[in-house]
């Protein structure tokens, strides 16, 4: 289970962002390895968003992140481990999108 929500409410009612202009991000996304037979090589496929981007704080004691544990997701335990804690909100409201093919992790290359 993994729960975030930016609070919109009385207090709230004109949050303005800290920043605003174009902006985005481009990378690989890990996927875990199979539990059938990959091991833990996993794959990967290569994403990019972009768009005007609104940033704003997170506001501890407001806004909501909720982690719990899972047995079919392997990354939310180790963000529990790792003690995450939100400090920004990202809000993209009309982004373009992409994603490459998916590779195996060993022969995968960004170009």
Same mark, same amino acid.
């Given at each position: 289970?993994?729960?975030a929500e930016?609070?919109a =409410?009385?207090?709230?009612?004109d949050?303005e962002?800290?920043?605003?202009g174009?902006?985005?991000?481009?990378?690989?996304?890990y996927?875990?390895?199979?539990r059938r037979?990959? =091991?833990?090589? =996993?794959r990967l496929?290569? +994403?990019?968003?972009k768009?005007?981007?609104?940033?704003?704080?997170f %506001?501890a004691?407001?806004?909501t992140? %909720?982690?719990?544990?899972s047995?079919d +997701?392997?990354v939310?335990?180790? %963000?529990?481990?790792?003690?995450?804690?939100?400090?920004?909100?990202?809000?993209?409201e009309? +982004?373009?999108?992409?994603?490459s093919?998916?590779y195996?992790?060993?022969g995968?290359?960004? =170009?």
């Open positions: 289970m993994f729960r930016m609070r =409410g009385p207090s709230e009612p949050r962002p800290s920043r605003s174009e902006d985005g991000w481009e990378g690989p996304v996927l875990p390895g199979s037979g990959r =091991g833990s090589r =996993g496929f290569f +994403a990019k968003i768009g005007l981007t609104r940033s704003y704080p %506001l004691g407001e806004d992140v %909720l982690i719990g544990p047995p +997701a392997e939310l335990p180790a %963000l529990i481990d790792s003690q995450f804690i939100g400090t920004e909100w990202l809000v993209r009309d +982004a373009t999108h992409a994603k093919k998916t195996e992790r060993s995968a290359t960004h =170009g």
